[in-house]
């Protein structure tokens, strides 16, 4: 298992946590030269990568049109689709070498659904992020490569502090949590190399969207 991701110390702290040999790879999937280097630091160390996780996002506070700056646009841009992007255009060469790969990209409810709460940033970013996921499957499945786009609805993580409108604790635990998103990507990962689950989208059953919170 190959953790990576920007907070260091969070990442090792996962990896004692974890029973099967971990190798911890911190990096910002912003940076396309990162990324790039990253991932042959974990060729030459396994000499393959079966699946990729794709799961950084961010979102600012200053979402909606008339606040949104420029510089928070493409913070935006940069980590939910471009990250992706470096990220599977580094593995997708030896994926078809192997003639084998799995890829999950995690992307949004906004990423089907246009969401004010989300911002037009956040739900450009996942709507383009689903698109190119899909992209994958059509130029790969003959090489028996699949891609899945995983589109949750709130999930009570970190990235709820940036809403402009505080949540509430209550409401956090009536959302899906990061178990049970860990659950699905689980799923995704033991299904057979013939299935591919091209998109799935999951929701909190109390759904504040539905329900206008």
């Known amino acids: 298992v190959i953790l990576s991701g920007r907070r260091e110390e969070k990442l090792h702290a996962i990896a004692a946590d974890l029973e099967h040999e971990t190798f911890v790879a911190p990096l910002d999937v912003s940076i396309a030269e990162d990324v790039t280097q990253v991932v042959?630091?974990?060729?030459?160390?396994?000499?393959?990568?079966?699946?990729?996780?794709?799961s950084a996002g961010l979102n600012v506070t200053n979402r909606a049109w008339s606040k949104l700056s420029t510089v928070d646009w493409q913070k935006v841009i940069d980590v939910d689709l471009n990250g992706a992007f470096y990220c599977?255009?580094?593995?997708?060469?030896?994926?078809?070498?192997?003639?084998?790969?799995l890829i999950i990209n995690i992307s949004s409810w906004a990423g089907r659904y246009v969401s004010r709460v989300s911002g037009g940033a956040y739900s450009a970013a996942k709507h383009a992020l689903n698109a190119m996921t899909e992209s994958i499957n059509q130029e790969y499945c003959a090489?028996?490569?699949?891609?899945?786009?995983i589109c949750p609805g709130e999930v009570a993580t970190e990235i709820l502090d940036a809403r402009p409108v505080p949540v509430s604790t209550e409401d956090r635990s009536r959302m899906v949590q990061a178990e049970d998103l860990g659950d699905l990507i689980l799923h995704v990962c033991r299904t057979p190399p013939h299935v591919c689950l091209n998109e799935i989208t999951i929701s909190p059953t109390w759904n504040r969207g539905y329900i206008g919170r």
């Open 143 to 149: 090489d028996g490569i699949r891609a899945c786009a």
């Open 40 to 54: 042959g630091k974990i060729m030459a160390r396994y000499g393959r990568i079966d699946i990729l996780v794709h």
């Open 88 to 101: 599977c255009h580094s593995v997708l060469p030896m994926m078809q070498k192997q003639r084998d790969g």
